[in-house]
Nanobody, 122 residues
């Protein structure tokens, strides 16, 4: 079992930055791919990016490439989503999730956090 808790959301102006954290507890956190998803009001959940278990490889959707960076601190069982050059369309609830394999499909993730709200004002 893995428990995930996100933090770091908030209100930011367009062009600003935020760093989200996802703290994990439970066994073998370092064995999981860690993904970030987001869901805007009235929209379906959207995959944002993923990092490999040892933090060597990352993958992002095109709309956030060059603006968002995922990293992980294995010693602290924490994954980060550094978001820069934020746009109003980035407004959403952001979730971290854990998967035993690389995937961009939400239903294939085994564990989820509760989400943290990110609001970007114009």
């Amino acid at each position: 079992q893995v428990q995930l808790v996100e933090s770091g959301g908030g209100l930011v102006q367009a062009g600003g930055s935020l760093r989200l954290s996802c703290a994990a507890s439970g066994r073998t956190f370092s064995s999981y791919y860690m993904g970030w998803f987001r869901q805007a009001p009235g929209e379906e959940r959207e995959f944002v990016g993923v990092i490999s278990p040892r933090g060597i490889n990352t993958y992002y959707i095109d709309s956030v490439k060059g603006r968002f960076t995922i990293s992980r601190d294995i010693a602290k069982d924490t994954v980060f989503l550094q978001m820069g050059s934020l746009k109003p369309e980035d407004t959403a609830v952001y979730y971290c999730a854990a998967s035993i394999r690389f995937t961009t499909v939400g239903r294939e993730y085994n564990y989820w956090g509760q989400g943290t709200q990110v609001t970007v004002s114009a």
